[in-house]
């Protein structure tokens, strides 16, 4: 007989796992400081909620555990050197990479610039890279920055990156393909295998946005057949500032700094400067140690729980959302059925911005609704949709049916207010 298990979020998260996800314990919300006093928090796919343990996690290496990496002599650096090496260790273990083939940085932006910086000093001068109308910003403007010839991938009618199109567009001038792995407006997810095919067929390689891929879906860049994966910890229910590019090994060994200062040398003179081997060759400067020590705690929290439950507790979520929706003869959807805990949405005769505002003012039940009104960053995709902005309401793992009730009776108090 199994033991009776004391704890009642640990009871709840056991029954969670026996129904494959399908439901989510009350108790786990419960976990989330951020969601106290019933806030209907429907803006994740812009940063996560954060779980005590991740807050307990950060507190304690600002505390208690304190101290710098990599230079102490006393016992206190080395530990906390030791606990930096296996956060390392456990982003790679998350993602099916190896730990030398990981680098912190601030988040998937740097980790882009970082890239588009640094990889076209390994092909030789400038590069191409093929991205596609879905794009965040973030993997737009860096490229433009750094002088990349930019071609653009259409969309399927569905809201997908046409991987037909990519097909016919690559071409052996192309040195990189970069796209995202989850769309964050629409939800769509990437055949990866198929854009790595693709890719390599004509000697690129691909560069995977996974930011809203990583707190949806399990990832396993060996199998995504990816060259570089890039994410930011809060996303994934950990801090801000801290994140993580994934590159393969002897792309990484090829790629010279982009940022010069402590912790990324072998030896300094005036004459000449030689660096360490990666990924502390891109690691400049004294590391965001507290966040790290959160993304590991973060990793630790969404990995007990399991991607696959997750995924499908966001996937029931957004089917019963798009049904609900889709019965509304006022709104309409963006994105394909099956996108991955993300609906983007327009109603007519309302902007976003003031749906977005009536939401969050207090219900009769006195709780509030947060959703996301704005180009999300896309403002490509923005001008491809033929509207200035979307409504977007993104789910996490302690989102619930309640969620969808209040944003249904937040949507039915505007109609009534604009008639
Ligand atoms: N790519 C995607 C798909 C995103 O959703 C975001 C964040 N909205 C980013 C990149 C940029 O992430 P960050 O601002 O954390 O660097």
Redesign the pocket.
């Known amino acids: 007989m199994t033991p009776e298990l004391e704890n009642p979020t640990e009871r709840a998260l056991s029954r969670w796992e026996n129904e494959g996800g399908a439901t989510l314990p009350a108790a786990l919300r419960d976990q989330f400081p951020g969601l106290a006093g019933g806030w209907h928090y429907l803006d994740t796919?812009?940063t996560a909620q954060k779980p005590q343990a991740v807050i307990d996690a950060t507190v304690r290496a600002m505390g208690a555990d304190y101290a710098t990496v990599h230079r102490g002599v006393y016992a206190r650096s080395a530990n906390m050197t030791v606990a930096y090496e296996a956060a390392r260790e456990r982003v790679a273990r998350f993602i099916g990479g190896q730990a030398d083939e990981v680098v912190f940085v601030r988040?998937?932006?740097?980790a882009i610039n970082l890239v588009a910086h640094s990889y076209p000093r390994v092909v030789g001068s400038g590069g191409r890279v093929l991205l596609s109308v879905l794009e965040?910003h973030?993997?737009i403007v860096p490229w433009q920055l750094a002088g990349w010839q930019v071609d653009v991938c259409p969309l399927t009618e569905d809201g997908r990156i046409d991987l037909d199109a990519a097909e016919r567009m690559l071409t052996s001038e192309h040195t990189m393909v970069a796209f995202?792995h989850v769309?964050?407006v629409l939800g769509s997810v990437l055949d990866a295998p198929r854009a790595a095919e693709l890719a390599h067929r004509v000697g690129a390689k691909l560069l995977l946005?996974g930011?809203?891929a990583v707190p949806r879906l399990p990832v396993d860049v060996a199998a995504l057949n990816c060259d570089f994966y890039v994410f930011?910890g809060?996303?994934l229910y950990g801090p801000t500032g801290i994140?993580a590019l994934w590159a393969r090994h002897d792309l990484l060994a090829a790629m010279p700094p982009w940022q010069g200062g402590g912790s990324m040398i072998d030896k300094v003179t005036f004459a000449q400067t030689t660096y360490a081997p990666a990924p502390t060759r891109f690691e400049a400067g004294t590391p965001a140690i507290v966040e790290v020590m959160g993304l590991h705690a973060a990793i630790d929290y969404v990995s007990g729980l399991g991607l696959a439950a997750i995924h499908a507790h966001e996937a029931a979520l957004v089917g019963q959302l798009r049904r609900e929706l889709a019965a509304r003869n006022d709104i309409t959807l963006f994105g394909p059925e099956d996108s991955a805990g993300i609906v983007s949405f327009a109603m007519d005769g309302v902007h976003p911005h003031d749906l977005g505002t009536i939401l969050d003012e207090e219900g009769p039940d006195g709780t509030s609704v947060a959703i996301r009104a704005g180009h999300h960053?896309a403002q490509p995709l923005m001008a491809h949709l033929g509207v200035a902005a979307t409504a977007r309401a993104s789910f996490g793992l302690y989102s619930d049916e309640s969620d969808i009730a209040a944003l249904l009776r937040g949507i039915e108090r505007t109609r009534r207010i604009f008639g």
């Not at 988040?107 to 740097?110: I, V």
């Open positions: 796919a812009a988040g998937a932006t740097e965040h973030s993997n995202a769309s964050n946005d930011c809203q930011s809060h996303k994140g960053c």
